[in-house]
């Protein structure tokens, strides 16, 4: 049985419910981690996963082809070719993951011995082997998970993740209440995995027609393009990758796993954060894989300046939001005083990561019309940036360098992908930029500097009650919500008439009111 593929916005409710559900969780779990297993046993596990992620790697990118590939033959209703593209990846997945693991047995006691030498962790070896089961298992039951994306069925996407995320939760908590410490974690990564897989094989030997991932539906044509698209992509992980976790890693080497844990925590809140505006790029790529397939290029510029510019409202609007409080939001989400060192890689990352979380339409589409290599590009001089940065960085300024190294990549990576798929679009550089980030951008800096001007003279006095924490916190985000609503309104950045061309109930909206008028 085929599902029909639902529209973006139904899709994006979805899909921002999910994100919404793993933030909020995440927000609650790293607090109750910390305090259950302690500061260093964090930053050990903040290694352990860092260095499985390095070793996932070895599935070369294959992965991302598949929403790609599933969208593509679906629009072109061709289920015979999609059944044998999905048991050729899934058997190719399965032989990637094999030599996953094996890479993981022979190189992980080097690569511990190297980064936990000012530690006492010794188990690590036993705790890593577990968790490379995970990954393992990630990576083969990767085709199943693409395939209700692929379908644009993000409702069931949404389903599966939050099933497997509860899972998750529900082993963490009763886990650390036992004691278990790390190992704690290691067995609930393995129980989301496990669930997400399993479900997801379900649904797609429910949904797909025809469905038969045996050996004899294997095709060598279909696994080369499918693992050359992948290694397309392969370097741009790698960089992706780097950026995320490098700076840990350096950290790791030259200080301990104490200042990891401190970093992390800083960097942490930034990764729930970005998966908030982010919600929508999952839907977009079998979107613009489709548009492509039909030949719709008005249509694809149009969703590419729409939603860098929705984003970029969100993205802006979120700094603003975030810089000027930055003590009181680690402070209350921590529960207690919090290291400067953590506020000081809070504030530097929430400027980068949000622009770089602005490109993130233009890269869901440059993989949905099959040109990964202008994000390659970019993704390598993100990556070299940030590794020749950060080790310079850190000899001058010691572990308060290391993180702009991440910060300069992503900015400067970031200017330098929009300039080349503006190109690509046919769209010229003036016209994309005031139609997307100027305008956002400029009123959210003002209303930054306003309020920390006014942060400045009133002073910070410490100790301070949770209540007025978190009554600094809700006065600025008022503020700023006051400020961008009034922007919007009086510029007409964005209108009633463009959002209702989007979202469904506005249309019904705007009817009523026309109605009334």
């Not at 990556?383 to 190294?405: D, E």
């Amino acid at each position: 049985m085929v599902t029909a593929r639902k529209s973006i916005a139904y899709n994006s409710i979805f899909s921002l419910t999910d994100k919404t559900y793993t933030a909020l969780s995440g927000l609650l779990l790293i607090p109750f981690i910390i305090h259950q297993i302690g500061v260093s046993a964090y930053g050990f596990w903040v290694i352990l996963i860092t260095v499985s992620g390095y070793f996932s790697l070895g599935s070369i990118g294959i992965s991302t082809a598949f929403e790609k590939y599933i969208a593509q033959y679906l629009a072109l209703n061709d289920h015979k070719t999609l059944n044998r593209f999905i048991a050729t990846a899934f058997y190719a997945s399965a032989f990637l993951g094999l030599i996953v693991y094996g890479l993981a047995s022979v190189f992980a006691s080097p690569v511990f011995h190297m980064l936990l030498k000012n530690t006492t962790f010794d188990n690590y070896h036993t705790l890593f082997s577990m968790l490379m089961l995970s990954v393992v298992m990630s990576i083969i039951g990767a085709i199943f998970i693409a395939v209700p994306r692929g379908f644009q069925r993000f409702d069931i996407v949404a389903g599966i993740s939050m099933a497997g995320r509860s899972i998750y939760i529900f082993c963490t908590v009763m886990l650390c209440l036992k004691g278990y410490g790390v190992w704690a974690l290691v067995y609930a990564q393995i129980a989301y995995v496990a669930t997400t897989v399993v479900c997801s094989s379900y649904v797609a030997a429910r949904r797909i027609r025809g469905f038969a991932c045996l050996p004899q539906y294997f095709d060598w044509h279909i696994c080369i393009e499918t693992v050359t698209f992948g290694a397309k992509m392969f370097i741009s992980l790698c960089a992706v990758l780097v950026t995320q976790s490098f700076d840990k890693l350096v950290i790791a080497y030259f200080m301990d796993v104490r200042s990891v844990a401190l970093y992390d925590i800083g960097a942490r809140l930034i990764v729930f954060v970005k998966d908030v505006p982010s919600f929508i790029y999952s839907v977009i790529t079998p979107r613009t894989s489709e548009l492509h397939a039909l030949d719709n290029v008005e249509e694809l510029r149009s969703v590419y300046i729409r939603g860098t510019k929705y984003i970029s409202i969100v993205c802006a609007g979120i700094i603003a939001l975030m810089f000027p409080v930055a003590r009181e939001i680690l402070t209350v989400w921590i529960g207690k005083t919090i290291d400067p060192f953590s506020i000081y890689i809070f504030q530097v990352l929430l400027f980068s990561t949000m622009l770089y979380v602005t490109t993130g339409f233009g890269t869901a589409i440059g993989i949905g019309i099959g040109k990964p290599g202008a994000i390659a590009f970019v993704n390598i001089l993100m990556a070299v940036i940030n590794i020749v940065g950060s080790i310079l960085l850190f000899y001058f300024f010691k572990t308060w360098g290391i993180v702009w190294g991440t910060a300069l990549g992503m900015l400067i990576s970031s200017f330098i992908y929009y300039y080349i798929l503006n190109g690509q679009m046919q769209i010229k550089q003036w016209y994309f930029w005031k139609k997307t980030l100027v305008f956002p951008v400029l009123v959210n800096m003002c209303a930054i500097l306003v309020i920390a001007g006014v942060k400045h003279v009133v002073g910070y006095v410490e100790p301070i009650g949770t209540v007025a924490l978190y009554g600094i916190i809700i006065g600025n985000a008022a503020v700023i919500a006051v400020v961008n609503v009034a922007a919007l309104k009086i510029s007409g950045f964005v209108t009633l008439s463009e959002v209702a061309h989007y979202l469904p109930f506005m249309k019904k909206y705007m009817q009523t009111r026309e109605q009334l008028a």
